[in-house]
Structures are given as structure tokens and as C-alpha cells.
């Protein structure tokens, strides 16, 4: 048990498709993150919501689209996603805004075809 | 911004023996910079952290340290063992409840030889 879940583990989905990324926090943290991570980049940044306002939106297409109802859940909603947004999605949290240990899930292994 | 760079991408040793990984960053106000260590399917979990006040940490097998004049830090893990496989990936960054985000490494490929 990380303290974080995500669901669904791996995901495949059309471009035309509609999914969501589901993330839970057990620990009480009031911030949430969504990385994406590609193979030999670096972890990329992608949003950011702390007490549940998005405080950050990393230039992310519009077709990425989060959603925050609490502090303890984040979503992730897709449509009309490309072939390179196939990649890792992974969620953190943290205590506070950008302070201390990011906790990550295990993540959403994502493929578009 | 902040801009990290890592080496190397991979590292093979043989159990036992000892293994560095080292980064540099651009942004001298960066004052927190932590590992994460990624196994197999799992996400990244912090091993080891240090802030800028100090130029050393060690914690059982593991040591970090930091040239803030050279702006690099480096992770040390000593008689390493096949379960130190994964990927390990170093951060830089000033988070003081502000909007300075963590910048993160591309990452290292550790594989330890039984």
C-alpha cells in the first residue's frame, strides 16, 4: 500500500477515444501532481493542484484535461490523444505545496493507437 | 529555469561493489535536492535527500553530496546488492510553499551483477 492509488494499471485507447485517470491519496496531503514520463526524458510536470485549486498547468494540450473534486482524489481525462502521448502517467502528493517528499502512485501505463 | 542533467543514462556492477551517479544544475537558488529510486512497475520513491546547508548525508548504504560552488551532487551506494536495481532519478529545486517546482533528472539505469 503507497499511500497513493492509481487506476487503471495499463490502459489502450483509440484517438478518438474518451478515458480518465483516476488517482487516490490515503495520506492526508493537501497537494496532487500529474506527471507524464517518456522513455529517456525526464519526469515531465504536467498539473498541479494544491487544496484543490490548479495552481500550475504546465503548457499541456487541451486534451489532457484534469479535474480535482477534493484533496484526495485527481483525475486525469482524455480525448483525441495522439500516438505520443503514449507514456507513464503518474500522480504524486505531497504534505504541502511543493515541500518535502513527492509520494507517487504506481501509475497508468497509457498506449494510443 | 531550473535545468538538471544526469550521468550516466546506465551503470552495471557487480554485487558488492560501489556505484555513483552524478547531476548538475543551472539555477544556484536551488536549495533542495532529493533521489528517487524506481523499481520495475512501481512509482518513484524517495531514498535520500539533502538541502543546502549541509555537504553531506548518509543513511545506512547510501550517501549523497553536494559542491554548491560546482553545482552538482552526487549519490553513492556502497556494497551493492541485485534488489539496488532500478532507476534512479535526481531532483533540483526550491520548494518552500512557493511555485519553485521540482526539476527532474532523465534518470539511471543501475543494474547490479549478481
Known amino acids: 500500500e503507497t499511500g497513493v492509488t492509481q487506476t487503471p494499471r495499463h490502459l489502450v485507447m483509440g484517438m478518438t477515444n474518451k478515458k480518465s485517470l483516476k488517482c487516490e491519496q490515503h495520506?492526508?496531503?493537501?497537494?496532487m501532481y500529474w506527471y507524464k514520463q517518456s522513455a529517456k526524458k525526464p519526469l515531465e510536470l504536467m498539473f498541479v493542484?494544491?487544496?484543490?485549486?490548479?495552481?500550475e498547468n504546465n503548457s499541456v494540450p487541451s486534451r489532457f484535461s484534469p479535474e480535482c473534486p477534493n484533496s484526495s482524489h485527481l483525475f486525469l481525462h482524455l480525448h483525441t490523444l495522439q500516438p505520443e502521448d503514449s507514456a507513464l502517467y503518474l500522480c504524486?502528493?505531497?504534505?504541502?505545496?511543493?515541500?518535502?517528499?513527492?509520494?507517487f502512485g504506481e501509475g497508468s501505463r497509457l498506449t494510443v493507437l | 529555469g531550473e535545468n538538471v542533467e544526469q550521468h550516466p543514462s546506465t551503470l552495471s556492477v557487480q554485487e558488492g561493489d560501489s556505484a555513483v551517479i552524478k547531476c548538475t544544475y543551472s539555477?544556484?537558488?536551488?536549495?533542495?535536492f532529493p533521489w528517487y529510486k524506481q523499481e520495475l512497475g512501481k512509482g518513484p520513491q524517495l531514498i535520500i535527500d539533502?538541502?543546502?546547508?549541509?555537504g553531506e548525508k548518509k543513511d545506512q548504504r547510501i550517501a549523497v553530496t553536494l559542491n554548491k560552488t560546482a553545482k552538482h551532487f552526487s549519490l553513492h551506494i556502497t556494497e551493492t546488492q541485485p534488489e539496488d536495481s532500478a532507476v534512479y532519478f535526481c531532483?533540483?529545486?526550491?520548494?518552500?510553499?512557493?511555485?519553485?517546482?521540482?526539476?527532474f533528472g532523465k534518470g539511471t539505469k543501475l543494474t547490479v551483477n549478481p
Open positions: 504524486a502528493s505531497s504534505q504541502h505545496f511543493w515541500t518535502g517528499e513527492l509520494f
Open positions: 495520506l492526508g496531503h493537501n497537494a
Open positions: 493542484y494544491n487544496f484543490k485549486e490548479q495552481t
Open positions: 539555477d544556484s537558488a536551488s536549495n533542495y
Open positions: 539533502i538541502r543546502s546547508n549541509v
Open positions: 531532483a533540483a529545486g526550491r520548494p518552500q510553499g512557493g511555485s519553485e517546482k521540482l526539476v
